[in-house]
């Protein structure tokens, strides 16, 4: 009895090192690198477009304390909210449609009225 638990334990201890952990390493480095070098450049985006509302062609941050359009501002938000909302709503729209006419051409498919059917209660 006590080699049986000797021997799940060992197999639990197993801390044997092969190839695989240098590739899901260098993988995950590449993610990394990677992803630092997307948010660079959505804060430079960021930064641009912020500019570009204010009418200047510049990548660096300024302050918006000072703007022009006063308590407007408080609405550039909000209106890229709504703007981004709308877009993946329609995305979410038009897949759905999509995944409702796949379904409705699975059933009237011959396979599926022979043999799915009835396994599916249709």
Known sequence: MTTRVERGEDR???FTRDKRILILSLMAIVIGVLSAVVAKLLVWLIALITNLVFQKLSADFVSTTNN???AWMILAPVAGGLIIGLM???QYLRALRSSKDRVA???SSPHFTDSLAPLLGY
């Open 68 to 70: 022009h359009l006063g």
């Open 105 to 107: 051409r699975l059933r």
């Open 88 to 90: 993946a709503r329609s």
């Open 12 to 14: 639990l201890a197993d």
